[in-house]
């Protein structure tokens, strides 16, 4: 993470706290409060709630089943590569899901699933950006950043698995 100067606040929701990160212009990191690439705020940050508000609104929506795609402004930090691999990832539909393979067919290039894996675990807007929504050959839900529960969580919400017993 760059010592980018940027506001910082948490949002309540069904899957825990999220960390979210931007200036007033646009949203640029989003993080989940468990798994392997959750994070806190950069020392650089300072706390505000100010510019979140609309952020804020849609991913309350989102949670309650009231929206299905995000009209956010967003500033992606990333390679070229992992650039064109997060736009595809914001034209799979809601309650769909796709594999690395395929993902890595849409962008041109069929043989780098590993390569398009590795930029979907690279995306610093999960949620907003469904990373969650791209899952193995086999139909298994591969790795996730926020942890396998929260991306079981997400698909479920989406309607794009049968909901866990219990």
Known sequence: MKNIPLSYTWLETPIGALLLAGDS???????FPGGHKAFGPHSAWHRSDAPFGEV???LLAYFAGELQAFDLPLTL???DFQKRVWGQLRTIPFGQT??????????????????????????????IIPCHRVIGANGALTG??????????LLELEGSLPLRSG
């Open 25 to 31: 212009a646009s949203l640029h990191f989003l993080s």
């Open 56 to 58: 804020k609104r849609q």
């Open 77 to 79: 930090h990333g390679t």
């Open 98 to 127: 796709t594999t690395y393979g395929a993902l890595a067919g849409r962008i041109g290039a069929p043989k780098s699933s590993r390569a398009v894996g590795a930029a979907n675990g690279a995306n610093p807007l999960p949620v």
């Open 144 to 153: 996730f950043g926020g942890g396998i529960g929260t991306k079981q969580f």
